[in-house]
């Protein structure tokens, strides 16, 4: 599955309510490190804050993890998996 059809797929099951399972590979842009692949098992894409002074803001999905109920943020070229599906940037 291409990568920006994921993305939509996301909006578009977050819009209905509905959860997903994506997986990505982890990095911090200021400590310049990753901490290897993070599996997501229920999600729901979040609003950005339109008031984010973070410099990569445009290449980020902020979402909702329903396991913990915590608000996280991924880079968007980083995602590996959705729903089970590899993921290619095309």
């Known amino acids: 599955m291409d990568l920006y059809e994921a993305i939509s797929e996301m909006r578009r099951l977050s819009k209905k309510g509905e959860s997903f399972s994506f997986s990505f590979m982890t990095y911090s842009a200021t400590k310049r490190k990753s901490h290897g692949i993070s599996e997501v098992r229920r999600a729901r894409l979040a609003p950005q804050d339109p008031n984010s ?7 980020m999905l902020q979402y909702l993890d329903l396991d913990t109920n915590e608000v996280k943020r991924c880079y968007q070229p980083l995602l590996m998996e959705f729903n089970g599906e590899k993921l290619e940037l095309n």
């Open 53 to 59: 002074k973070h410099p990569y803001k445009d290449y």
